[in-house]
């Protein structure tokens, strides 16, 4: 496992790509898609706050291990939602 610090690192470098592509859809995309794309972009950043402070505070009860496996098959999951989303702006 990680690091608290590494997994923080990762997500939000992962979230500041996703946030890049949705800019640069924006410039390109419709009209129309300009508030899909709003949407995506905060979508973004309360995907990017979550999961952070959610690192910061591990469910009590739950062994580490498995809470931050679980944590990052979860934000995998959404990750690729999302991604899937702004590759269908185009």
């Known amino acids: 496992m990680t690091n608290k610090r590494t997994l923080k690192k990762s997500i939000a470098q992962i979230c500041e790509a996703m946030f890049t592509e949705c800019l640069a859809t924006s410039i390109s995309a419709r009209k129309s898609s300009q508030e899909n794309i709003e949407a995506l972009i905060f979508s ?25 496996k679980v944590l990052r098959e979860k934000f995998a999951a959404q990750a690729s939602e999302l991604i899937d989303q702004i590759n269908n702006m185009y």
């Open 44 to 68: 973004i950043a309360r995907m990017q706050n979550d999961y952070i402070s959610r690192i910061s505070h591990p469910e009590p009860g739950m062994p580490a291990k498995q809470y931050f």
